[in-house]
């Protein structure tokens, strides 16, 4: 095994060079194609999410239309959200950090686009499907029943494709990211298809059922939209600040007791129900452990940026994750608080849970796609990013709405739950006392979706090929990265 860092290559300057460019020209049509369905999906999510919220404090808003109701327009938020852009920008940024590690070009892409096909095909349908009243009201396997067999057949040719990119690499190393993405790769059709085969194809009591599909929403963060995260994460770090990760063993470290503890979690949702005691105590303990590797992550992250933190102030890409991976120690600490009877009794199904989901899929996921996609682009466009004001502008906005709905959800999700224990009073009640965080909800979302508006602007100029010409990369302060850049930093 190699430390991730430059592959070692008796090429040229000039014609490593080369190879670059000719990967990225074979990866130039599939990455785009899922940026960009991913982003139309974003867009998409993003509406259906602000709809949503509103309909909560808001409930006579177009009540006359079925598809209006708050009962579909959240879960069709969250799957057009989940299936739709955190998938699709996930697996367009692992195809491009696995041809770069492999050195490697992309070949017979008409397979993997017909994939591409099929995969929004089958989120088209589920999220129509919901709308329309045939979800099954289940979390992120709200699709209707059949769905699925046609997204699991289009995922595994996707990722069949990235195996073979890694089996087909032209050297022995294996970097922590190839081992995040393929891991990826296994684990979703392993718990994708084990729990809708049971949900669906062998049901049995109603109880069971409900503890699959926590255990499926648990481990689908755990086991797909972590390990792809940090696999960009340990890819962009190391190549934005210029050195190797620290310690390739601490790395490894926190991916197996991310493998060992990921496939245990979610069942906690259900503590004090009717389910075995065990079943919510060993899934709570998982979660409470993740704290582990949060931190071998940490420090591994922190001692690879050391005496180059000022880049943050400078770099997109490298702010952008930097955000994300704050936010991704946030949501291990709430779900291992949230996994303590102490807390968990009030925060259980409230609007807390949701906070702590969005923190994983927007605060930590989607911020470090957005850093993914500010560090891609270029080099597969041939041209920097139009304005440095533009990108400010989306990552504050971004970072405000993330933020805001976060306390927003706490804070409602705490007055909620202790209402809720009030058994003497209306359980309506639980609902009325959380009005106000709600319409800062609604606040957050506008937030949210100004900022992608100015970032699907942005992206639309790169992808018209009307950026920059220059071989100097965009800053968010350029004039300060200007004066302050030692000559080192600037060329990473």
């Not at 255990?215 to 939209?225: D, P």
Request: hydrophobic share 55%; aromatic share 16%; with cysteine.
């Amino acid at each position: 095994m190699a430390t991730q860092s430059n592959i070692v290559t008796t090429a040229t300057p000039e014609e490593d060079a080369q190879q670059r460019v000719a990967i990225d020209r074979s990866l130039r049509i599939p990455v785009l194609f899922f940026f960009i369905s991913g982003l139309a999906w974003l867009f998409v999510s993003l509406a259906l999410g602000l709809a949503a919220s509103v309909k909560l404090h808001s409930p006579d808003i177009l009540a006359s239309l079925p598809f209006m109701t708050y009962g579909r327009l959240q879960p069709a938020h969250l799957n057009a959200f989940m299936y739709g852009w955190v998938f699709q920008v996930g697996l367009g940024t692992a195809l491009w950090i696995m041809g770069r590690l492999c050195r490697i070009s992309l070949p017979r892409i008409a397979i993997l686009i017909v994939a591409g096909i099929l995969w929004n095909v089958g989120v088209t349908v589920g999220v129509t499907g919901i709308l329309l009243g045939h979800g099954t009201s289940m979390l992120f396997l709200d699709f209707p029943k059949g769905v699925w067999v046609l997204m699991f057949v289009a995922y595994c040719i996707i990722a069949g494709y990235l195996v073979m990119m890694f089996k087909a690499r032209r050297d022995g190393h294996v970097f922590i990211s190839q081992w995040y993405i393929l891991a990826a790769c296994f684990w979703f059709p392993w718990i994708y298809l084990t729990s809708n085969l049971l949900i669906h194809h062998f049901p049995s009591a109603a109880v069971i059922n409900a503890a699959i599909g926590s255990w499926y929403s648990g481990t689908l963060l755990m086991l797909w939209v972590v390990p792809i995260g940090l696999g960009v994460t340990y890819y962009l770090i190391p190549k934005v600040v210029g050195r190797p990760i620290h310690s390739y063993q601490l790395a490894l470290a926190s991916f197996w007791s991310l493998a060992l503890l990921g496939g245990w979690v979610g069942v906690q949702h259900y503590m004090g129900g009717p389910l075995p005691a065990w079943m919510p105590a060993v899934s709570g303990a998982a979660m409470i452990f993740m704290i582990v590797p949060m931190v071998f992550i940490g420090i591994n992250h922190y001692r690879t940026m050391k005496g180059s933190i000022d880049l943050v102030n400078y770099s997109p890409t490298l702010r952008f994750v930097f955000f994300g991976a704050i936010a991704f120690a946030v949501y291990i600490l709430l779900g291992a608080a949230f996994s303590l009877f102490r807390f968990g009794k009030i925060f259980q199904f409230s609007h807390g849970e949701l906070g702590a989901q969005m923190t994983a899929l927007y605060g930590f996921f989607t911020m470090v796609m957005f850093g993914a996609i500010y560090f891609i682009m270029p080099r597969l466009m041939g041209c920097e990013w139009r304005s440095g004001k533009w990108i400010r502008f989306h990552f504050w906005f971004s970072a405000y709405g993330t933020s805001a709905m976060l306390l927003c959800l706490l804070m409602g999700g705490l007055f909620q739950g202790q209402q809720a224990m009030a058994y003497e009073a209306e359980h309506v009640l639980s609902w009325e006392v959380a009005q106000g965080f709600l319409v800062g909800r609604s606040i957050a979302w506008v937030f949210i979706i100004l900022s992608n508006l100015m970032f699907f602007f942005h992206i639309l100029l790169m992808i018209c090929r009307l950026g920059r010409r220059s071989g100097q990369a965009t800053y968010i302060h350029p004039e300060k990265a200007a004066k302050e850049m030692n000559p080192a930093q600037a060329q990473a």
